[in-house]
Structure formats: structure tokens, C-alpha cells
């Protein structure tokens, strides 16, 4: 019987690698396609062709006697992966075999969540580095530690990220892409208990700001702040005490043996921080193709030209290019006035229409940083 085991295995084994073959083959197709889009400018996703083909191979599957929402699973995932190698084609990047990924750390960060949602379809090799806080994760970028970085911009409960925005306007990086990271902050112990014998909450000060009303039912709390979620959690398991609970992910509570007490105590229900990509280098995309691009760029205004501040913002409007952020914030810098405009676009730097945008701006004396142009996250995750 063992024996008649081992020979059916061998047999699927085989089959298998017959499968294997079949999907490398499928990418290098999947290439030629890129290649004929570039010419034709054709976008990258074609939601018709992805439908009409999943419905004939669900069809096709019932005659084979294979499950239909076993067929959906499947093609999903391998019409995903030619979406990302047709992507990464077209934006003729240089990944390294190894990327080197800083995050403010340790594991189990939403920083490192962030991260690994970003990469999930990259099949390099990865390697983590660890950082206390943001301006040492903007730091090994720049001095070449690491290949990536990943930096929280904004969320949809306590706003931006000041320090974030302090740091892009003088670092010299760029945004290579953005994730957006579904947020559930939730109350994580040691041991199972009630929230009325919790004396001490640990955490980034962050979500304190995002889950301030759920927290303001528990004045007697005393509050202790820490570099990053997850060097809370860690902080919690380490001490062991059952009066001390940590705001945290579900997610990462299992990385330090926590148990979850309270889920979704943030202020707002859809809680979403959007994550960037930071790298050294300009990522550019060949404006030939119809990929839905975002370009974030900061204009520094000087308190003298504040009065060009609508003029900019009309030139925006007038361009009828999408504008998804414009925000003015404070100049972050010593003995420095002024204000800077905050943009995001959603169209392609290399466009006519976004270069003559940036030649009308400059034309008023201002100075422009282009943070970077990088595909719209619902793309890519």
C-alpha cells in the first residue's frame, strides 16, 4: 500500500512540474503582451478580457469536473501575477536580486505590514532592517544601507504625519510607490482580561490620536509611549504584567503572544493609512502607457508670494488633471517663512500636460520638489 502511495505521488510530482512549466511559459507571454502595449498604448489591466476569459475557463472547468469557485481562485491569482510583471515591464526598474527594506520597526509594525503588502508580489529575495523611528529609516536610504524604505503620509482618522512631511521637504529621496493599509487597532494583553483592570496602554503615539474616544472611556489609564506599535506589543510580552495592554494589530498580536481584548477601536470605522515607497531614485514610467500614475510634488511659497498661492491652484484646476491632495503646511525649517503646497496629481510626470504645469509654476519664481511618480496603489495592491 506504501508503495502504491509513493508511485502516485511521484506521478503528481510530476504533473506538477508540467504545471510549473506551463506558468513560466504563460509570464514570458505575458511579456510579449507588455511589449505590444507599449506600442498600441494600451493600459495594463483589461477588466473585460479578465472577466470574459474567467467565466470560459470557469466553463471549461465544469466539463473537467473542477470546481468553479476553485477555477475563479486559481486564475485570479495568476492573472494578478501577470498584472505585476506586466508592471514592472513597463516601468523598466532596476530590483535588485536582494531588496533591502527599512521600516520603523521591530516586526509586526503597520509600517512592516505596510511593507509586506507591498512586496507580496515581488519574488526577490527580501531582507528587513529594523529602525527606531523615521528620520533613520530616510537615513539608510540615503547612505545606501538599504534599497526601499516605507513611511506613513496620512491617515484617515488623525490626519497627516507631521514628522513624515518635515522630513520629505529636506531629505533627499523619492517616492518609488504607495500601499494603502487598512488599519484595525485593537487592545492586546498577555492574558485574557477586562478592560477595567488595565492600568498601563502602551504605544506609537499615533494611534492614542486615531482611537482617542474609545480611550477617553478610560481616564485612569496611564499612557507610555514607544517608537512603533510593535515595540509596544513587544514591551507588553516582555513585562508579562496583566495590568499592562498594548495597542496593536490582530495581525501581529501572534508575533508576541498577545490575545486580543477590544477589536476596531479606532475613531473612524474605515481607518486607512496611506504608506509610501521611498527609494534614491526617480522611477520613471514611459508616458506611451495608459498606467493610471500619481506625481507628488511640494511647492515652497514664501510668505511674500503668498498671493500666487491661487494663481498656482488655478493653473491645477485648469489643467483638468485630477487632483486627489493639495494641503498647505508649515515650512519645517529654522528661520525659514513661508508655507508649502502639498500636491498629488494623478497623471504621469512626463506627460506634455504635467511638464507645461510645471514650467507655468516655475515661471512665478517658486521652487518645486518633485517627491516622485509612481503608480495609484489600487494598481499595484
Known amino acids: 500500500m506504501c508503495e502504491e502511495i509513493s508511485r502516485l505521488r511521484e506521478k503528481i510530482n510530476k504533473i506538477d512540474l508540467k504545471i510549473l512549466s506551463l506558468l513560466s511559459k504563460r509570464r514570458l507571454v505575458s511579456l510579449d503582451i507588455a511589449e505590444i502595449k507599449i506600442t498600441l498604448n494600451k493600459p495594463i489591466r483589461d477588466e473585460k478580457r479578465e472577466q470574459e476569459l474567467i467565466t470560459y475557463l470557469s466553463s471549461e472547468g465544469k466539463k473537467l469536473e473542477l470546481d468553479e469557485y476553485y477555477i475563479i481562485a486559481l486564475f485570479k491569482i495568476i492573472l494578478e501575477d501577470s498584472r505585476i510583471i506586466q508592471q514592472r515591464y513597463i516601468q523598466k526598474d532596476n530590483i535588485p536580486d536582494i531588496i533591502r527594506i527599512a521600516f520603523l520597526g521591530p516586526k509586526g509594525s503597520y509600517s512592516y505590514l505596510a511593507a509586506k503588502n507591498y512586496i507580496r508580489n515581488i519574488h526577490n529575495k527580501i531582507e528587513w532592517y529594523s529602525y527606531n523611528n523615521f528620520i533613520d529609516v530616510i537615513q539608510s536610504i540615503e547612505k545606501e544601507k538599504t534599497d526601499w524604505g516605507i513611511l506613513p503620509l496620512e491617515n484617515t482618522s488623525s490626519g497627516l504625519i507631521n514628522e513624515v512631511h518635515n522630513l ?115 522611477s520613471k514610467f514611459s508616458n506611451q502607457v495608459a498606467i493610471p500614475m500619481k506625481t507628488t510634488i511640494l511647492i515652497f511659497i514664501k510668505n511674500y508670494f503668498i498671493s500666487s498661492l491661487l494663481d498656482i491652484i488655478q493653473e491645477l484646476f485648469l489643467s483638468k488633471i485630477v487632483i486627489t491632495r493639495l494641503e498647505l503646511i508649515p515650512i519645517y525649517e529654522d528661520n525659514k517663512n513661508g508655507k508649502v503646497l502639498f500636491v498629488d496629481l494623478e497623471e504621469n510626470l512626463y506627460s506634455l500636460k504635467m511638464q507645461k504645469i510645471l514650467k507655468n509654476i516655475r515661471k512665478k519664481d517658486l521652487n518645486i520638489k518633485i517627491l516622485g511618480c509612481y503608480p495609484i496603489a489600487n494598481i499595484l495592491d
Open 168 to 282: 520629505l521637504q529636506k531629505c533627499n529621496i523619492f517616492i518609488r510607490g504607495e500601499v494603502n493599509l487598512s488599519i484595525n487597532h485593537c487592545i492586546l494583553t498577555t492574558i485574557p482580561t477586562n478592560l477595567e483592570k488595565i492600568k498601563f496602554i502602551c504605544s506609537h503615539y499615533q494611534p492614542f490620536q486615531q482611537c482617542s474616544q474609545f480611550l477617553s472611556k478610560f481616564p485612569q489609564w496611564i499612557y507610555k509611549y514607544y517608537d512603533s506599535t510593535s515595540a509596544a506589543m513587544k514591551a507588553v510580552a516582555d513585562v508579562n504584567n496583566p495590568h499592562m495592554a498594548a495597542i496593536g494589530s490582530e495581525e501581529s498580536a501572534s508575533l508576541y503572544n498577545l490575545k486580543v481584548i477590544k477589536k476596531d477601536i479606532a475613531n473612524k470605522k474605515d481607518n486607512i493609512t496611506r504608506f509610501v515607497v521611498i527609494t534614491r531614485y526617480t
